[in-house]
């Protein structure tokens, strides 16, 4: 009879700790959904939408195709006839009348061919594209643009523009304010790419994205319903493997774009924590077609990254 007793005073007593264990069990997991997620924030779908088409099979980010500044008419002609996903052309407004915006590249200041028309033969494909905004003053009227054959675009839309200072950055960034307030209310389906202005020079040595940069672009995004991609330089990642990945770790709409300058120096080598400890529908690249198959081919047998790790410190 004591003995029986003693069992049933056990079983009652694991039940009463299963109990209080629930509701802090219900706690840390709705927490975990709010660190992981943010209320009302879609996720990107532009892998989805490649693998649905069957023009990818696999849901590393690295089989996604770019062209690169198809800024011309006979650029945007080759890029559809190409096998690229995705097509990135720049956006700033015309230099003379009628102002509209135009596809052209700094210092350019006019274009054989408009946002309009560009958007027009571009309707006619299931491509992607990525506008990459120039100035601030083309943003409202391209979104205007946009909004007249959004039922008509078939593809992933991207909206890019730098809208910080980043590392050495010389160039004038957009005001991220101005910039998101147009964006975020015109395109809500888009995903934003938002980047910071950076410099990269061979004849010393090149500081990566600061802590105090990224924990900014977190702020600013935070906030924002879109998936947000942040193109990141190429050249950079090795010292900034920490910063990133804690940003990426602050919501799951958040991703990176690989990107290189014409005469940046880097190996790929250098991507291999990235492609190790981030998951690879997280990372796009952005890169040349002979960069991304030197990336396909890096040896499975990465280097001891435990050891790469050592003396790092998280802030």
Known sequence: MGKYICIRYGNVRYLVVILLLIPIAWTLWNLKKSVLSVPGRMGDRTLQHFRTKGSIHSDDALSLQWYHAANSRSKIADALNSSAHMIEADVLLRGRDPKEPIMAHPPETDSDITLRQWLKKVTMSDKGIKLDFKSLQAVAPSMSLLEEVKNRIEGPVWLNADILPGPRGKAVHLDPVSFLKVVGSGFPQSVLSLGWTTHWDPDTDNPGYSWDMVREMEEVCRPLK??????????????????????????????????????????????????????????????????????????????????????????
């Open 226 to 315: 879109q998936p947000v991609t942040f193109p990141v330089r190429a050249a950079l990642l090795p010292q900034s493997f920490l910063q990133l990945h804690w940003l990426l770790q602050q919501s799951n709409s958040y991703s990176l774009t690989v990107w290189t300058g014409s005469t940046d120096e880097w190996k790929v080598e250098d991507l291999l924590p990235y492609r190790q400890n981030i998951d690879k529908s997280r990372i796009y690249y952005d890169l040349l077609e002979p960069q991304t198959l030197s990336i396909w081919l890096l040896n499975q047998k990465a280097p001891d990254l435990h050891r790469w790790m050592d003396g790092l410190q998280f802030f």
